[in-house]
């Protein structure tokens, strides 16, 4: 269990500075590699990264997440959004094969997701 | 059908029965005047429509030129809004329901050729069938619906935007609870902190709730002086000349930024009533923010306790507390100090801020 996340890269986006720390930790603590952003401008500077999965707040201080996702669904990464965001048939409408999971969401729920999603 | 519409009729007798013509207009008048509408006639076998000047003016119709072919009132709604409209019609002319729509007009102002969009709210019903069912003619209203429309979507949005911030306080309490489990430290001040920081979650909140009222939406950034002075408030009142408070008019802090400066002074104070100054009658306490340079600004927190201040390398390493201000430091991009010693107690962060706004000319 502590190791689900063992030798995974994961691409973290959360503009929440606690929020993000906090699950940056709790990946780290599963085994993972995190890289952290905290807006959009800093994530899509990750765009190009080799990541088994992405974490992906929606709303970031300068715009939603869509154009990373955008440039890491052609890739092939799998996104996992974890949203406050209230239209969620609007995001599984855009990315059909993304994982949502609503925010706050289980320690748990988190791990098992990403670790079933990353490849 | 026929039944239908006789119980329209059955309701104008009720309503107006045994009133005189003009008396029946007056009162219909009053009506359209206080719900600030203009009516309008459909004569259905012509498709010919007439209105009044409040119809014609909202719909940019000629009055003088009247009755206007049907396709004519619809060339001037929006495109896209126009199939529902004729839905609408179409089942209020079959079923005898109410007719109750809303659409956007064309968005151009056909006199001046500028845009001018605006709302427009129907309402109409038969008011005379054939006696084989056949609708033949049917009444209407219109008003203008832009500022209800207007209000609907800022409540919306207003919702929307609480909703989000909800759900973010929430993660922001399990990301603390989660941290004072990494870092926790004792109990007491595993407590203290979270008790801080939950404070600072909802004052933080109460303060850009209150700017957002001000300008009508979400607030974008706060002065630091409102979130400084809510969070040295309980040693302020009555503490005299105790805690002194100084920050230079104009720094102001997007909303997140504020948010994190919250927390860090919330910690701070939280300690310093703990074991510093604001924790006894003989301490003294001096916060100062200051513009160093265009976009920096210098935060000093000084306390002085005659005995002394158990600083923090009295407590466990990596207690909940400092991780917690360490990590403010970081996501606020700045640079902190701290000293103390000898009845001192000295912290100081350098961290960016937006320049000042230029005077308004």
């Known amino acids: ?119 | 059908m026929t039944k239908a519409s006789s119980s329209f009729a059955d309701r104008l007798r009720e309503r107006l029965g045994g009133m005189d013509a003009v008396d029946a207009a007056g009162r219909a008048l009053v009506a359209l005047e206080a719900g600030r509408m203009g009516t309008w006639t459909l004569d259905i076998p012509s498709n010919m429509v007439t209105g009044d000047t409040v119809v014609a003016d909202l719909l940019q119709l000629d009055f003088d030129d009247q009755p206007w072919p049907a396709d004519q009132v619809y060339a001037r709604m929006h495109p896209d809004d126009l199939p529902r409209v004729q839905v609408e019609v179409a089942a209020s002319l079959e079923h005898d329901a109410f007719y109750e729509v809303e659409f956007r007009d064309i968005g151009v102002d056909l006199e001046t050729d500028r845009a001018r969009s605006r709302w427009l709210g129907a309402r109409g019903h038969v008011t005379r069938r054939a006696p084989d069912g056949t609708a033949l003619q049917m009444i209407g209203v219109n008003w203008d619906a832009t500022e209800a429309k207007e209000a609907e979507a800022r409540l919306e949005a207003m919702a929307e935007e609480m909703d989000h911030r909800v759900k973010n306080a929430f993660a922001a309490i399990r990301a603390l609870v989660n941290m004072g489990e990494r870092f926790g430290g004792d109990r007491a001040s595993f407590a203290r902190t979270l008790r801080g920081q939950v404070q600072a979650l909802a004052d933080t909140h109460a303060i850009s709730s209150r700017l957002a009222r001000g300008v009508g939406g979400a607030a974008v950034s706060v002065p630091a002086l409102d979130v400084l002075e809510a969070a040295l408030a309980p040693w302020k009142e009555g503490g005299g000349s105790r805690v002194v408070l100084q920050v230079q008019p104009g720094i102001v802090l997007p909303t997140a930024d504020a948010a994190t400066l919250a927390m860090l002074v919330y910690e701070l104070a939280g300690e310093a009533a703990e074991r510093g100054a604001l924790g006894r009658s003989d301490g003294a306490l001096r916060v100062t923010l200051a513009r160093q340079e265009a976009r920096h600004a210098a935060f000093i927190w000084e306390e002085t306790v005659p005995g002394g201040v158990a600083g923090p390398t009295d407590q466990a390493p990596a207690a909940f507390g400092a991780v917690l201000a360490e990590q403010c430091v970081a996501a606020l991009k700045g640079r902190m100090r701290r000293e103390h010693g000898r009845g001192r107690l000295r912290f100081e962060l350098d961290f960016p801020v937006a320049p000042a706004a230029a005077p308004a000319a």
């Open chain 1, 1 to 119: 269990m502590a190791n689900d996340l063992a030798g995974r890269t994961v691409l973290l986006v959360e503009d929440e500075f606690l929020v993000r720390l906090d699950l940056s930790w709790l990946l780290e603590e599963h085994g993972a590699t995190v890289v952290s952003a905290g807006d959009l401008a800093e994530g899509l500077g990750h765009a190009d990264g080799a990541w088994d999965v992405a974490l992906l707040d929606v709303r970031l201080p300068d715009g939603d997440v869509f154009p990373l996702a955008e440039k890491l669904a052609e890739r092939s990464v799998p996104l996992v959004f974890h949203s406050g965001h209230a239209r969620l048939e609007r995001l599984q409408r855009r990315f059909p094969g993304a994982t949502i999971l609503a925010k706050p969401s289980r320690n748990e729920v988190l791990v098992r997701t990403l670790a079933s999603q990353a490849v």
